[in-house]
């Protein structure tokens, strides 16, 4: 069998970057036709699918130690936002509205789009979501420390190193632009963080977001702490 030489090598070589380069400008072209526009919190919405559907919320029983309350029973003295950003197998997908939240929703119809809250029926976890831009609502009684691992038992779905929600691949976490090591579910949501998951191949680099919620802080609460 002939040796492949050196000279005979650089053309393979050129033709495995090129397929790489194109494969990098084919999900950065498809993350740029995604259809956007500005939410109901200030914060742009993505249209593209639900990593799962919120309706998989636990029913309002204590999870992790976070409890359910109704509007009357809300108590907010710690409330900061979080931006989660999710890639699967390279193409973007969303947390939905409506996580932490058990229905009937209570739905105020917003000019930029609906906005899903707590009513007289139901019930809000501390951690959970109104809109599908990705913000991540922590409204407790106290300051304290939350995971994203907490968020996704509340969600009703799974999160290791090797699977988010339905998605399955190896799992890898960014945080305000670091790549984290350890347990995805250990990642604490810091105030005005920004939590990038990517699941499966290709790992996409890290996407700078910057956010402000605008708009009320929600029932119960005294403002948001930051962010």
């Not at 997908?93 to 000019?111: N, Q």
């Not at 139901?122 to 009684?141: K, Q």
């Not at 799974?158 to 995805?184: E, K, M």
Request: glycine share 12%; charged share 15%; aromatic share 8%.
């Amino acid at each position: 069998m002939p040796r492949t030489t050196a000279r005979a090598a650089v053309p393979l070589a050129l033709t495995g970057l090129m397929l790489v380069a194109g494969a990098l400008t084919a999900v950065a072209s498809a993350a740029s036709s995604v259809r956007t526009n500005i939410g109901p919190e200030g914060v742009v919405v993505y249209h593209v699918p639900d990593l799962a559907p919120a309706s998989t919320t636990a029913t309002g029983a204590p999870i992790d130690g976070l409890t359910c309350r109704r509007l009357d029973k809300e108590v907010v003295h710690y409330h900061v936002h979080v931006e989660v950003e999710i890639f699967v197998n390279g193409a973007r997908e969303r947390l939905p509205a409506g996580i932490g939240i058990t229905k009937p929703y209570l739905v105020e119809h917003m000019k930029a789009g609906p906005f899903l809250d707590v009513g007289v029926y139901d019930c809000l976890y501390w951690l959970h979501t109104h809109v599908p831009d990705g913000i991540v609502h922590v409204e407790a009684p106290a300051k304290g420390s939350f995971t994203l691992g907490q968020f996704f038992d509340v969600w009703r779905q799974p999160l290791s190193a090797s699977r988010a929600g339905p998605a399955r691949g190896h799992v890898v976490i960014f945080q305000n632009g670091r790549r984290l090591t350890g347990d995805p579910r250990a990642t604490e949501l810091l105030p005005h963080s920004v939590i990038q998951i990517d699941v499966g191949r290709p790992v996409v680099a890290f996407h700078p977001f910057t956010f402000k919620v605008t708009g009320g802080c929600g029932a119960g609460s005294n403002g948001c702490s930051a962010g």
